[in-house]
């Protein structure tokens, strides 16, 4: 069964970074299209970044470009999120989802494999 692990979150300064790594089990990963998702408390779950299974094509929010960059490792079976220039907005819950299927949206149900989340604090 696919899973996803992600590690890397934690309590940073603004101004500051973090990277994020999302570990994937199973044999599909370098067929997965991947995204980063954050949902802070009390609001809805948003696309982050999205790139596709060749690692290729990326799409940003736009309160991230310029900021932050996703890349996917299909040797290591490992997906990043570097984030730079960190804010207090950036404070919530990432996740690193997946799909095999074409992702044609910024929805959160485009994805069916889900990590448990990783907390991030940006401090002002």
């Known amino acids: 069964q696919a899973q996803l692990v992600e590690s890397g979150g934690g309590l940073v300064q603004a101004g500051g970074s973090l990277r994020l790594s999302c570990a994937g089990s199973?044999?599909?990963?370098?067929?997965?299209?991947m995204g980063w998702f954050r949902q802070a408390p009390g609001k809805e779950r948003d696309l982050v970044a999205r790139i596709n299974w060749a690692g290729k094509n990326t799409v940003y929010a736009d309160s991230v470009k310029g900021r932050f960059a996703i890349s996917k490792d299909n040797g290591r079976n490992t997906l990043y999120l570097q984030m730079n220039s960190l804010k207090p907005e950036d404070t919530a819950v990432y996740y690193c989802?997946?799909?095999?299927?074409?992702?044609?949206?910024?929805?959160?149900?485009?994805?069916?494999?889900w990590g448990q989340g990783t907390q991030v604090t940006v401090s002002s």
């Open positions: 199973g044999r599909t990963f370098s067929r997965w299209n």
């Open positions: 989802a997946a799909t095999l299927r074409v992702v044609e949206t910024h929805q959160p149900g485009e994805y069916n494999i």
